[in-house]
C-alpha cells in the first residue's frame, strides 16, 4: 500500500475548485500591469450585467483577461477530461488525445483558414471566409478536429463495432497522413512570410487574445464531454478487467466505447481549436489524478477536470510571472515543470504501476 | 421442464488462414436445468471455451440460437442478461488498485441504477456472497495481492454477488492446489444446490466426477457423449478422444454410490490394492 | 550459435559508423584542397571574356562586419539570392551583368514589377543545383541563409559574398558602399549613396517640419498571433528615419515579438502600420491593409482603441514593409508620405 492515505475525492474536488477560483482571480489581476482584486471583481461584475463599466480601456483589459482566464481553464479542464476518457477506453495510460488525431486535424484546418486570411483562395471563398472574422481559425480548427476523428473512427470500425486497438492503429496512420499535408502546406507557403509564420505560430498554442466566443466554444465542448460522464464512468471501472468480461456483467461495451469517443473528440477539438496545440495535459493530468488520489472513473473524470485547468492556469500564470508576457508557448512551462513531476511521481510509485 | 439454459444447433466459425474458416463449434445441442452442474470436458481446442461464450452472450454464433428459460438471448439486454447469466472467467489482467470489495461490487452493475451508487441490499449482496465464498476475511485487500486460490474464490463471490441463476464457470481450477481445487468445486456445487444451474469447464476429469450432475464430452466441435458420469467417464467413449494412456476405477462415495474415476498414466498398471474394492 | 552471429552483427553495426566517420575526416581534412584553382569547373566558363587584370582587380575589400572579401575581377554573371541582395544588386549593376534572380524573394524587393527585370532567369530554391545551373560567377546571399548551399557553391568555384545583418541606415550606407567596391562599382555606389543622403536629410526636414513627435508601432496579425518590431529592425529604423517614435522600442522591447492586445490598449499608439497584401492576394481588391487591418477592425475588445476609432491605420507594400537593404529610406518615405496624408484627413475631420 502507499504510504500516505489519499484524500477522498470529494473534499479534494472542492479544495481543488476553491484553489481554482483563487488562481483565476490572481491570474486576472496580473499582467501588463497589476489590477488590484477589487478592480478585477467589479469589472467582471460589468461583464455579468451588474455594476458599472470601468471606462476605456480598463474595461476592455479586465474583459480580455477574463477571457483569457476562462478559456484557459476551459482548455486545462477539457484536455484533461479528454485525457482521462481516452486512457479509460484503451486502457492504456500513454494515451493521449492526440492519437485520435484532434491535434493534427485541427492544425490541419487552422492553417486552412490561415491560408484563406492571407489571401490565398479564390475570390469567391474570400468573401465568405470574411464573414467569421477573427473567428474563422478555431470554426476550422474544430472541424478539422472533429473531421479526423471520425475519419478514424469510421476506419477503425468493422460491421458497427469499434476495435480499441485498431483505434490506435488507424489514429497513428491518419496522423502521419495529416502530418505529411500539413508540412507540405508549410513549406508550399514559405514563399508569404505573414503567413508561414502565422501557422507556425499556432502550433505553438497561445492563450493570448481570446474572446468570450472562444471561452464559450471550448467549455461547450468541456459541458458536452461532461455529460458523457455518468454514463461511462462506471462503466469504464469494469473495463480494466477486459472488454468481454465488462460486457458478462451487463455493461454494453459498444455503448461506452462511442460515448468516450465522442466525449473524448468533443472536449479535445474544441480545446484545440481555440487554444492550439497545448500538448502533455491530456496525458499527464490522469496520471497526476491516479496517483494522487483515485482511479474510480466516476471520481477520476470530475477530478481530472479541475486538476487539468488548475495545471494549466498555474503554470501558465508562474509562465507569465517569471518570464514576462508571450515570451514562451503555454505547453512550455508545463513539460519543464510537469516532466520532471511526472518522472518523480513515476518512480514513487513504480509498484503500481503495473497494468497502467 | 423448460431448461435454465439450452442451446440449439449452435455453430461457430471464426476466420481461419489460407484453408478458410474455421468451425469451433459444428452444430452442439446442450441443455442445463435448475439444480444442475454440467460440466463440460474434452482436449484442448475442442471448442469448451467458445462454447462457454456463446452461452454466455459474450460471442455470436453463426447458427443457431440459445435461450435462456425459453427467450432467445439476443431478446435480453446488457443488464437483463447480466442478472441471468454470470460469467466467471478463467482469468483477468492484472488489477492494481482494486480492493477485493470492490471487485466484488462490480457484480452488482446489472442491479445498480444509473445515478445511484450502491445501496444497502447491494452492499448485503456483496457481503453475502464474500460469505458465501468464504472469502469475507479478504475484503480490504488489494487484487494483487492474492494468491491463486484466493483469486479464483474471490471471482466467484463476483458471480455470486449478480444474484445470476445460471453460472459459466471457465476452468476454475486451471492453477489451483488439490485443496483449493476442491474448496472451489464445493462452493460451485453448493450454489448450485440452492436452485441454480451451471456449466463448467475444466479439464479434470475427476472433479468432474465427483461433482457433475451431468457430464458432456466435446470433441472438434461436437458434442461426442452426454450423460450421468458413470455413461461418459468410461474407456468406449474417452478412448477415441483422450487416448489410450488412460486408467480407469471407480471408488466408493460416503451415501453408498460408486464414482468412476481416470488416471492418465502412460504404461504401469494397478496393483492388488486395486481401487475397485 | 544464435547468440554468437548476434553478437558478430552488433560488432559489424558499431565499427560500420566508425569506418564511415574514418571517410569523412579524410576528406574534410584538405577543404583548401578542393576549392577554386585546381577545380576550375565546366560550369563557371563565363561567356563574357574575363580581363585578367581590370582596374583595381584582383582586390580586397573590407566588409563592414570586419571580414575581407577577396574579388578576383569584376563580376560579369551575379546571382542574389536574397531581396536584400537584389536591391543593392539592382541599384548598383546594369542589368546585364546579373545572371538570374530568386523567384520567391523578389516579391518582396524593388523589382517586384520592374519592366527591365522580366526576362531574367528565376530560380525558385536557394539550392546549389539551380543556382549553378545560372553558371554565376558570384552569388551575394543573407547571413540566415543555407550554409549547406554555400558550402556546395564554393566547392564548385563559385565566390559567394554573404552580407551583413543589417539594422540601421547606417549599416545599409556601408554595405552599399562595399558592395559597389566588390562589384567594380564605386562611382555608382557614391552616387546612390548621395542621393540617399539628400533624401534621408529631406525626411529629417519634414519630421521636423511635422512638429508633433508621433507615437507609431507596426502589427501583424494573421489569426493566430500579433506581431510588432522593437528596437534593432529594420522597421524601428525606418520609423525613426521618418521623424517618428517606436513606441515599442521606447518600451524597452528588442527584435520581433509578439504583442498582444492588450499591449495594443496599455500602449494606445498615434498611429499603427500595417503591411499591404502581396500582389498575389487578390481576393481582396481595393483592400489596402490586408488581413491584419481587417482583425484591427473588426476585433471587439479593440473597438474603442484611439488608432481603430479614428482609422489611424496606414499600410505600406509588403516589400517596402520587409525592406532589409537601403530601400529602408524609400520605406521611411512611404511611411512619411502615408501618415501626413492620414494627419490632412483628421485634420479635415477636426481631429489632431
Not at chain 1, 38 to 65: C, D, F, M, N, Y
Not at chain 2, 7 to 26: C, S
Not at chain 3, 71 to 93: E, G, M, N, Q
Request: hydrophobic content about 50%.
Amino acid at each position: 500500500m502507499s504510504s500516505l492515505r489519499k484524500p477522498a475525492p470529494g473534499p479534494l474536488f472542492a479544495v481543488l475548485a476553491v484553489a481554482l477560483v483563487g488562481v483565476v482571480l490572481v491570474s486576472i489581476c496580473f499582467g501588463s500591469e497589476w489590477l488590484g482584486p477589487a478592480v478585477v471583481l467589479r469589472g467582471a461584475a460589468h461583464v455579468a450585467g451588474l455594476g458599472e463599466s470601468l471606462g476605456h480601456p480598463l474595461q476592455t483589459i479586465v474583459e480580455l483577461r477574463l477571457w483569457r482566464a476562462l478559456t484557459a481553464v476551459g482548455v486545462g479542464a477539457a484536455l484533461g477530461l479528454s485525457g482521462g476518457l481516452i486512457q479509460g477506453m484503451f486502457r492504456n495510460g500513454l494515451a493521449s488525445p492526440s492519437l485520435l488525431g484532434v491535434t493534427g486535424g485541427a492544425g490541419l484546418g487552422a492553417a486552412c483558414a490561415i491560408l484563406l486570411i492571407g489571401g490565398w483562395a479564390p475570390r469567391g471563398v474570400l468573401e465568405a471566409a470574411t464573414g467569421p472574422g477573427g473567428l474563422l481559425i478555431p470554426i476550422f480548427g474544430f472541424v478539422g478536429a472533429l473531421g479526423t476523428v471520425g475519419l478514424v473512427a469510421l476506419l477503425a470500425s468493422t460491421h458497427g463495432r469499434l476495435s480499441v486497438t485498431t483505434l490506435l492503429l488507424v489514429g497513428i496512420a491518419v496522423n502521419m497522413c495529416i502530418a505529411g499535408i500539413f508540412a507540405a502546406i508549410q513549406s508550399l507557403s514559405l514563399v508569404d512570410w505573414d503567413v508561414s509564420r502565422a501557422i507556425m505560430a499556432w502550433t505553438f498554442g497561445t492563450l493570448e487574445d481570446r474572446s468570450a466566443v472562444h471561452a464559450e466554444t471550448v467549455w461547450g465542448g468541456l459541458l458536452a464531454a461532461a455529460a458523457v460522464v455518468p454514463f461511462v464512468g462506471h462503466e469504464l471501472d469494469l473495463f480494466k478487467g477486459g472488454e468481454e468480461d465488462a460486457s458478462a456483467l451487463g455493461v454494453s461495451v459498444g455503448r461506452v466505447k462511442v460515448l468516450c469517443l465522442v466525449g473524448a473528440a468533443l472536449s479535445a477539438s474544441a480545446a484545440v481549436a481555440v487554444a492550439g496545440q497545448i500538448a502533455f495535459v491530456g496525458l499527464v493530468v490522469p496520471h497526476l489524478v491516479r496517483l494522487g488520489c483515485t482511479s474510480r472513473h466516476s471520481a477520476l473524470l470530475p477530478l481530472c477536470t479541475v486538476t487539468g485547468a488548475l495545471f494549466l492556469l498555474g503554470c501558465d500564470l508562474l509562465q507569465r510571472v517569471l518570464l514576462g508576457e508571450g515570451v514562451l508557448q503555454p505547453g512550455v512551462m508545463m513539460s519543464l515543470v510537469g516532466g520532471p513531476f511526472f518522472i518523480f511521481l513515476l518512480i514513487r510509485h513504480r509498484r503500481e504501476l503495473g497494468a497502467w | 421442464m423448460v431448461g435454465a439454459l439450452e442451446a440449439r444447433g449452435l455453430v461457430f466459425e471464426y476466420a481461419g488462414d489460407d484453408a478458410g474458416p474455421v468451425r469451433a463449434l459444428d452444430g452442439v445441442d446442450l441443455r442445463v436445468a435448475d439444480g444442475e452442474l454440467l460440466v463440460v470436458i474434452g482436449p484442448n481446442g475442442s471448442g469448451k471455451s467458445t462454447l462457454l461464450r456463446c452461452l454466455g452472450g459474450l460471442a455470436r454464433p453463426r447458427a443457431g440460437m440459445v435461450a435462456l428459460r425459453g427467450r432467445e438471448l439476443g431478446a435480453y439486454a446488457g443488464r437483463g442478461r447480466a442478472r441471468e447469466i454470470a460469467m466467471v472467467p478463467q482469468y483477468l489482467p492484472a488489477l492494481p488498485d482494486v480492493l477485493v470489495a470492490e471487485f466484488v461490487m462490480g457484480g452488482r452493475y446489472a442491479h445498480l441504477g444509473r445515478w445511484s451508487g450502491p445501496a444497502a441490499v447491494d452492499r448485503r449482496a456483496v457481503d453475502l456472497a464474500l460469505a458465501a465464498a468464504d472469502v469475507s476475511t479478504l475484503r480490504q485487500r488489494l487484487m494483487t495481492e492474492l494468491s491463486g486460490g484466493q483469486r479464483q474464490r474471490v471471482l466467484v463471490a463476483r458471480a455470486l454477488a449478480q444474484e445470476a441463476r445460471v453460472f459459466l464457470v471457465d476452468e476454475p481450477t486451471a492453477s489451483l492446489d488439490p485443496e483449493h481445487q476442491i474448496h472451489v468445486f464445493q462452493l460451485i456445487s453448493r450454489t448450485v444446490a440452492q436452485a441454480r444451474a451451471a456449466v463448467v469447464v475444466t479439464h479434470d476429469l475427476n472433479l468432474a466426477s465427483q461433482f457433475a450432475t451431468r457430464l458432456a464430452l466435446m470433441d472438434g466441435g461436437r458434442l461426442v457423449a452426454e450423460g450421468p458420469v458413470g455413461e461418459v467417464l468410461r474407456r468406449e467413449v474417452l478412448e477415441p478422444v483422450y487416448g489410450s494412456a488412460l486408467h480407469f476405477g471407480t471408488l466408493r462415495q460416503a451415501d453408498g454410490s460408486r464414482r468412476p474415476f481416470v488416471l492418465p498414466w502412460a504404461g504401469g498398471q494397478f496393483e492388488d490394492d486395486s481401487p475397485s474394492t | 550459435m544464435q547468440d554468437r552471429s548476434l553478437r558478430r552483427a552488433c560488432l559489424l553495426l558499431c565499427l560500420i559508423p566508425g569506418l564511415v566517420a574514418g571517410a569523412c575526416s579524410r576528406e574534410a581534412g584538405s577543404p583548401a584542397a578542393r576549392s577554386a584553382p585546381d577545380r576550375a569547373p565546366q560550369l563557371a566558363d563565363a561567356s563574357a571574356p574575363r580581363t585578367a587584370a581590370t582596374n583595381g582587380f584582383p582586390r580586397d575589400v573590407l566588409l563592414p562586419d570586419g571580414s575581407t572579401f577577396h574579388a578576383a575581377a569584376p563580376a560579369a554573371r551575379i546571382v542574389p539570392a536574397s531581396a536584400t541582395a537584389v536591391d543593392f544588386v539592382a541599384a548598383l549593376v546594369a542589368p546585364e551583368r546579373v545572371a538570374g534572380l530568386p523567384e520567391q524573394a523578389l516579391e518582396y524587393s524593388r523589382l517586384h514589377d520592374d519592366a527591365l527585370w522580366r526576362g531574367h532567369a528565376r530560380f525558385r530554391a536557394y539550392l546549389a543545383e539551380p543556382v549553378l545551373m545560372l553558371r554565376p560567377d558570384l552569388v551575394i546571399c543573407d547571413p540566415w541563409q543555407a550554409r549547406d548551399t554555400q558550402e556546395r557553391l564554393r566547392e564548385a568555384g563559385v565566390s559567394v559574398l554573404s552580407l551583413d545583418e543589417i539594422e540601421t541606415w547606417a549599416d545599409a550606407r556601408a554595405t552599399l558602399l562595399a558592395l559597389g567596391e566588390v562589384l567594380g562599382a564605386e562611382e555608382r555606389a557614391r552616387e546612390v549613396t548621395a542621393d540617399l543622403d539628400r533624401r534621408v536629410e529631406a525626411l529629417r526636414a519634414r519630421g521636423a517640419a511635422r512638429g508633433v513627435r508621433l507615437r507609431v508601432m507596426c502589427y501583424s496579425n494573421f489569426g493566430s498571433a500579433g506581431w510588432t518590431a522593437g528596437s534593432r529592425t529594420t522597421v524601428d529604423e525606418m520609423i525613426r528615419l521618418a521623424g517618428m517614435e517606436n513606441l515599442v522600442a521606447a518600451a524597452g522591447r528588442e527584435g520581433h515579438c509578439q504583442v498582444t492586445f492588450e499591449d495594443l490598449l496599455v500602449f494606445d499608439p498615434d498611429v499603427i502600420v500595417v503591411s499591404q497584401p502581396l500582389k498575389q492576394e487578390s481576393g481582396h481588391a481595393g483592400d489596402r491593409g490586408g488581413a491584419s487591418e481587417r482583425l484591427l477592425l473588426s476585433e471587439a475588445s479593440l473597438a474603442d482603441l484611439r488608432a481603430v476609432r479614428e482609422r489611424r491605420i496606414v499600410s505600406l507594400p509588403a516589400w517596402l514593409f520587409a525592406a532589409g537593404s537601403h530601400e529602408l529610406v524609400s520605406g521611411a518615405e512611404a511611411l512619411a508620405d502615408e501618415v501626413d496624408e492620414l494627419l490632412r484627413r483628421l485634420a479635415a475631420e477636426g481631429r489632431r
